[in-house]
């Protein structure tokens, strides 16, 4: 056998709107794989990259990659011909898990609960309420918190759009309580996090410092914290995720285990040393090198 130092090419910023949560992630990663005694060449993934990659010829791909077209399945259908073993999940994972309405069609189907919820035009979103408020308004295949609006209860209109937001939106019924989330690495569910911001979780409380507080593990009763866990895994398999995986929930704690929703998972969750997949694994004993390792020892491609 090859006493070879394995090449590693992260994978990160990219085409979409969570290009700087890409930035973050790949070099926080890359870092984390160089300390972890790997040869490691950072690829920012442009249109150019199927050359980029031919000239490296890494042994494992590291996808930090967040947003459309790192996310989606399209990069990785891209590894898949090339032949390139990568981390996180595959082509039909990454797609379903992308597309928030049928990312939750699996997860009903998996006896997890979610929120009602429905597909709209961005003309029907503006001109008049789709649904009974309160409700949240997203795109179906971004995440970050990228493009969302709120509309309260007693709202006066519907919600305010900007000139970028999409032809279809997905409409959900607002789920109050605490926002809680777990990350799952191969067939484990890590643990729960209790995400604190003074307002709704959006993209400046995620990225932003000081924008929320994370209580790992949360302070909940056992059977809720049991229950994310279960959820947690449930999901992931749903989509078929393999790799880290998050999903985030939210639970009202006067309705106790009924009030426990599942919003959505994502197969690329944020991987700097303080993101909240990073934390959880941490908290349970495995460092930020420790899972990068992890992960490209994990790798491989779905063929």
Not at 47 to 66: C, E, M, S, T
Not at 88 to 107: E, I, N, P, W, Y
Not at 181 to 192: I, K, S
Request: aromatic fraction near 6%.
């Amino acid at each position: 056998m090859s006493s070879r130092t394995p090449r590693i090419a992260v994978l990160k910023g990219g085409l979409s709107a969570e290009r700087e949560v890409s930035l973050a992630s790949g070099a926080a990663c890359a870092e984390a794989l160089r300390q972890a005694g790997y040869a490691v060449t950072e690829i920012d993934a442009g249109r150019d990259l199927p050359a980029r990659l031919a000239d490296v010829a890494p042994d494992v791909a590291f996808n930090a990659l967040h947003g459309r077209w790192g996310e989606d399945g399209c990069v990785q259908g891209l590894l898949e011909l090339m032949a390139i073993p990568y981390t996180h999940s595959g082509v039909l994972a990454s797609a379903l898990a992308m597309d928030k309405a049928r990312a939750k069609t699996a997860f009903a189907a998996a006896g997890v609960p979610v929120a009602e919820s429905l597909l709209a035009s961005r003309e029907a979103v503006a001109s008049g309420h789709p649904m009974a408020p309160p409700y949240v308004v997203k795109p179906y295949n971004e995440g970050s918190s990228v493009g969302v609006h709120i509309v309260a209860e007693g709202a006066n209109g519907p919600a305010r759009l900007g000139p970028d937001a999409p032809e279809t939106l997905m409409v959900e019924a607002f789920v109050p309580g605490r926002e809680l989330t777990v990350a799952v690495m191969g067939d484990r569910a890590l643990t729960v996090t209790d995400i604190v911001s003074a307002g709704w979780y959006d993209y400046h409380a995620k990225y932003s410092p000081g924008g929320s507080r994370h209580v790992c593990p949360a302070e909940l009763p056992a059977e809720v914290f049991d229950a994310c866990l279960d959820i947690a895994l449930k999901t992931h398999r749903a989509v078929g995720a393999r790799g880290v995986s998050r999903t985030d929930l939210r639970w009202d704690e006067a309705r106790g285990l009924d009030g426990l929703i599942a919003l959505e998972i994502n197969t690329q969750p944020g991987m700097t040393g303080t993101s909240l997949a990073p934390e959880q694994a941490a908290s349970v004993g495995v460092d930020f090198p420790a899972l990068c390792r992890w992960m490209v020892e994990d790798a491989s491609c779905d063929r």
